[in-house]
Every structure is written in structure tokens, then in C-alpha cells.
């Protein structure tokens, strides 16, 4: 149990183009999900939390109107990172948490290249 | 802010040695801490460790918290090339949506 996917597992594009990045809980529903970033040989940076029906709770420092969070159902959200920059290409993970449970399951993580 | 602090932040072994990882936090209303291990994607869960003194052990590792000292500690026993990866402790932090504050994380290199 306690399964989570992303979609796509990797993804190349161009600079300036817009990357939509699928967090899925598979097995339970996600009340909350968690969008970190991750850069080579560093923890993971929490992005922003986002609760199913409400907007996204985003960290500071973290630009909203670039990274679009959308969490519409209870085991779907979605990260959109928008106008890619080269700057952006880095590892993304999501991860989900069912209830008031203290335990976070991770999907596989997303890489970004934006070339 | 919660704070947690993970040693030592990289370690090198050999095949069958046994290591310690040290995690140490300071949070507010503290719950529970939690241990993840990744490879090369996203981490997988290990324990997640509510209760002093109360060891969890899982195969050849092993984790215990001590409230007292704010700290837990991760055992590896026999450790193999399959225990490299990078070892993180979370706390979950005093808000209702349980944000997880992350050590550093350390990074497990054992050669054959």
C-alpha cells in the first residue's frame, strides 16, 4: 500500500516553454500533497503543501506564479512549472499524506532538464 | 524554527562494517521522527519512531529515539553495496498539515 506515482519521470524542453508535472496517490487518498525540490547531493527543499480543494500554501522564497499547483482531487495534483529557465532543470518530488497521519509517501521524483 | 541536523553529512565504509547515523532536532510540539532512505529517486520510508527507548528494527537496520537528548540514531549492521544512498530523518512540524522539516541528509558510500 501507499503507493505514489509522477508523470513524467523525465522531461527535456526548451527554454521558455511550460512543463506540467502529475503526482497521483494510488492506493489511499491524499488529503495533502507536498511539492520539494531537490539539487544534486542536497536534502529535499519544500516548495509548497497543497490540500485538496484549496490553493496551494507555498514556501518562502518559492514564486507562485511560476510554479502553479493545482490539487483537484484526492489523489491527483499537479505541478505546472511555467516559462521554464535553465535555472529550473532539477529534480522534482511530490509526495502525499492521507489524513492526519505523520507519514509521507514519496512518488518517484521527476527530472527537468530545460535546455 | 524547526531545526533538524543530521551527522555525520557523508560516510564511507566497507562491505560488513556497521555505521551510526545521528539525527537531532528542536521542533515545536513534537510528534514523531521519521527516517527515509533514497537512492536514486524519491526516498522510501524506513521507521517512523514516536516513543523513547523503543527500538524499530527492520532486517539489518535498526533506529531508536531518545526524547530526552532530541535525537535519534539509524544502525546499520553487515551493511552491503546496497545500503549506499543518502539516509534523511524528518520531524513532522507543529502545524495541522504536517509539513516535514529534513536534515541535511547523510550520504552512505560503502565499497565492496
Known amino acids: 500500500g501507499a503507493v505514489v506515482s509522477q508523470h513524467p519521470s523525465r522531461v527535456i524542453c526548451k527554454s521558455g516553454t511550460s512543463v506540467k508535472i502529475e503526482c497521483r496517490s494510488l492506493?489511499?487518498?491524499?488529503?495533502?500533497m507536498f511539492w520539494y525540490r531537490q539539487f544534486p547531493k542536497q536534502s529535499l527543499m519544500l516548495m509548497a503543501t497543497s490540500n485538496e480543494g484549496s490553493k496551494a500554501t507555498y514556501e518562502q522564497g518559492v514564486e507562485k506564479d511560476k510554479f502553479l499547483i493545482n490539487h483537484a482531487s484526492l489523489t491527483l495534483s499537479t505541478l505546472t512549472v511555467t516559462s521554464a529557465h535553465p535555472e529550473d532543470s532539477s529534480f522534482y518530488i511530490c509526495?502525499?499524506?492521507?489524513?492526519?497521519?505523520?507519514?509521507?509517501?514519496f512518488g518517484p521524483g521527476t527530472r527537468l532538464l530545460v535546455l | 524554527e524547526d531545526k533538524v541536523v543530521q551527522s555525520p553529512l557523508s560516510l564511507v565504509v566497507h562491505e560488513g562494517d556497521t555505521v551510526t547515523l545521528n539525527c537531532s532536532y528542536e521542533?515545536?510540539?513534537?510528534?514523531?521522527l521519521l527516517w527515509y532512505k533514497q537512492e536514486k529517486k524519491a526516498p522510501t520510508f524506513l521507521f517512523m519512531l514516536?516513543?523513547?527507548?523503543i527500538e524499530k528494527k527492520s532486517g539489518r537496520l535498526s533506529s531508536i529515539l531518545d526524547k530526552k537528548e532530541l535525537s535519534s540514531i539509524l544502525n546499520i549492521t553487515a551493511t552491503q553495496t546496497g545500503d549506499s544512498a543518502i539516509y534523511l530523518c524528518a520531524v513532522p512540524g507543529g502545524t495541522s498539515y504536517g509539513k516535514l522539516t529534513f536534515g541535511q541528509g547523510t550520504i552512505l558510500t560503502v565499497h565492496p
Open positions: 509526495s502525499a499524506r492521507e489524513g492526519s497521519r505523520e507519514t509521507q509517501y
Open positions: 514516536t516513543s523513547s527507548g
Open positions: 521542533v515545536t510540539n513534537f510528534r514523531s
Open positions: 492506493d489511499f487518498q491524499a488529503t495533502t
